[in-house]
């Protein structure tokens, strides 16, 4: 199993970055994947769930209506869209698969978004 | 929400201790209980699923037990390279983290 986050970066507050999962190993149409973010020294904090096949989504309340999680599961990638990005939202940002079973069992190496003027 | 509180924050051992790390849930969450091992600059690693299942590969040390709102993971013999920061995590109504553990040199 190998999950790759993409497009990390320095944004304006206000402003939008589309982050990418590719992965890698595994059936990625059969599982679930998440979002979740760790600011600088805190600690985790789950952002966002898809099912397989992209029916059922959720998000935290800190980024509801501002982020939108999707996948694209012939090309085996998850994706992160945030808009109005807030200095709150600098964080790693991590890709993980999930199941009932095992909860989050793989982990990207994350991707850096900072939120700065 | 459900809140998931760990104590204590910070540990401070010797290798071959014998730790113990406390996890309490705000409401009942069963056994949908996750412990994560994180070290500095890296993704965290799951260490136990279901509150008491060990992740494979994960050397016999570890263990997690409890149900309901009460949860511990347990190092019966700590290594090297278990100082880390440890955290728990609900998977019973969405997904929320403890605040973590950090384990130090003693």
């Known amino acids: 199993v190998q999950l790759v986050e993409s497009g990390g970066g320095l944004v304006q507050p206000g402003g939008s970055l589309r982050l990418s999962c590719s992965a890698s190993?595994?059936?990625?149409?059969?599982?679930?994947m998440s979002w979740v973010r760790q600011a600088p020294g805190k600690g985790l904090e789950w952002v966002s769930y898809i099912n397989g096949r992209a029916s059922t989504i959720y998000y935290a309340d800190s980024v509801k209506g501002r982020f939108t999680i999707s996948r694209d599961n012939a090309q085996d990638s998850l994706y992160l869209q945030m808009n109005s990005l807030r200095a709150e939202d600098t964080a790693v940002y991590y890709c993980?698969?999930?199941?009932?079973?095992?909860?989050?069992?793989?982990w990207g190496q994350g991707t850096l978004v900072t939120v700065s003027s | 929400d459900i809140q998931m509180t760990q104590s204590p924050s910070t540990l401070s051992a010797s290798v071959g201790d014998r730790v113990t790390i406390t996890c309490r849930a705000s409401q009942s969450i069963s056994s949908w209980l996750a412990w994560f091992q994180q070290k500095p600059g890296k993704a965290p690693k799951l260490l136990i699923y279901g509150a008491s299942n060990l992740e494979s590969g994960v050397p016999s040390r570890f263990s997690g037990s409890g149900s309901g709102t009460e949860f511990t993971l347990t190092i019966s013999s700590l290594q090297p390279d278990d100082f880390a920061t440890y955290y728990c995590?609900?998977?019973?109504?969405?997904?929320?983290f403890g605040q973590g553990t950090k384990v130090e040199i003693k």
């Open positions: 993980t698969r999930y199941s009932t079973s095992y909860d989050f069992d793989s």
């Open positions: 190993g595994f059936t990625f149409s059969s599982f679930a």
């Open positions: 995590q609900q998977y019973s109504n969405y997904w929320t």
